[in-house]
């Protein structure tokens, strides 16, 4: 599980409720990971809210 806040070495790209939680400069889709699963997104969602979809 990766914490929600971000750090200087990680990815600052957010959709909805999630971070990013790679390494910043990271190739392919953005990804959070925690004990329910996992969400991956590209750049064209990074701001974005599930809502607004």
């Known amino acids: ?3 929600p806040t971000p ?6 790209s957010v959709f ?6 790679l390494r910043q400069g990271h190739g392919g ?4 990971t925690d004990a329910h699963g996992r969400t991956t997104w590209n750049d064209t969602a990074h701001g974005r809210r599930l809502p607004d979809l």
């Open 1 to 3: 599980m990766h914490d």
């Open 7 to 12: 750090t200087d070495d990680r990815c600052p």
């Open 16 to 21: 909805d409720r999630w971070h990013c939680g």
């Open 29 to 32: 889709l953005h990804t959070w």
